[in-house]
């Protein structure tokens, strides 16, 4: 493998996420006496900002978005961030690229606070470091993230780095920092997409094609 490093997404890409993060969807859209919805929408809702969806779901203004996110967050930190598992393989994988000696990191739009705790909870952060979460306010985007990873990682060519992740804003985010992108399928956004990965197993194969 040529390239320097990998830049992991965490939900849907590392660990499934959705039954806590529906749970604290479901207890803040209750909180603020919002529309229910289903379980399946609720899923659909893992990925964006949870301002982005109250905002683009909800029709929430930005303070009232906020206000929202906020009761959902200290939700999720409190009852919910637990509520998840690895997916099969993901630890192998984390371990042959750390054996490699590539580099690996972390950008996700959970809040810093909580995406630490969780990566540490589960040996992500054995392997990735460093763990660059969201602002509480969201006014780093995801691209915004991942060039962090790319200060603290020291690297100065972000093509040799490649971002793997399970949704269009992540494969947007990779593109707007410059770096490659690897999608899995297996996650909560891309499914049946060529070229992809179906397994955390086929991560390690479809990386060699990656060049720097």
């Known amino acids: 493998m040529k390239i320097k490093a990998v830049i992991w997404d965490v939900d849907g890409t590392l660990l499934n996420t959705q ?25 659909s809702y893992i990925g964006p900002t949870p301002q982005t969806i109250f905002t683009t779901h ?66 992500i952060a054995d392997y990735c470091d460093p763990i660059i979460g969201a602002d509480n306010e969201n006014k780093l985007t995801k691209a915004d993230l991942i060039k962090e990873c790319l200060e603290e990682l020291e690297i100065s060519d972000p093509f040799s780095v ?7 804003g992540d494969k947007q985010a990779a593109q707007a920092a410059g ?7 297996y996650g909560f956004g891309f499914h049946n997409i060529p070229g992809y990965a179906n397994s955390p197993e086929e991560i390690l194969e479809l990386l060699k094609k990656y060049e720097a």
């Open 19 to 43: 039954e806590g993060l529906t749970a604290a969807y479901r207890y803040a859209i209750e909180q603020c006496h919002l529309p229910a919805k289903t379980d399946e929408e609720l899923r």
């Open 58 to 123: 909800f029709g929430l203004n930005e303070g009232e978005a906020q206000h929202a996110a906020d009761i959902f967050r200290e939700r999720y930190k409190s009852h919910d961030l637990f509520k998840a598992f690895l997916y099969p393989g993901v630890e192998e994988v984390l371990s042959s690229l750390d054996k490699a000696g590539i580099q690996q990191a972390i950008a996700t739009n959970k809040r810093q606070d909580y995406a630490t705790e969780i990566c540490k909870h589960f040996g």
């Open 162 to 168: 490649v971002m793997i992740g399970d949704t269009e």
């Open 179 to 185: 770096v490659q992108f690897l999608g899995v399928n």
